[in-house]
């Protein structure tokens, strides 16, 4: 009788929110995790958008070098989008659902300039990767508060890719920008 009411009352919760996941999570974890994440994933939304950008109006003496490095730097980028959204699904939240709803949620700031000039374009990816992995890192807070071990393995890897690009552009940037900060 006991499973003939669960399975009668999860049938009724399906029809008025037919997305919910199941999950082990109560729902403000689920809604914590998603809220954080979604913001991740806005973020790299933006800055794959921005890398792309920058790498297909790129020029100069470095064009070859920094076109690939930032080509090599997109791929990685894009390649988190589908975990991030899929991950959020698993906990049992949705995901975005629009460029609008990206734009709404994004810290990293759109460039829509028409020229920037090659150092500069690595300059203000370094920063926005610096800010993603500032945003990487509440989430895996927000993650680790809610016991979300799978979510925070995944962020831990995000982590050090972004430091990776971070550590790149600045590398690259150096012979003009004797700082790089």
Known sequence: MKKAVAKKSDVKRRQIAPLITPSDLNAKATKDIAGAMNGVLADVFALYLKTKNFHWHMSGPHFRDYHLLLDDQAVQIY????????????VGGTTLRSIGHIARLQRILDNDADYVEPNDMLAELREDNKILCARL???????????DIGTTSLIEVWIDETEQRTWFLFEASRHSDSTGR
């Open 137 to 147: 890192r509440e989430a895996h807070g927000v993650c680790d508060e809610h016991h």
């Open 79 to 90: 390649a988190m989008t589908d975990l991030i959204a899929e991950r959020i699904r698993k």
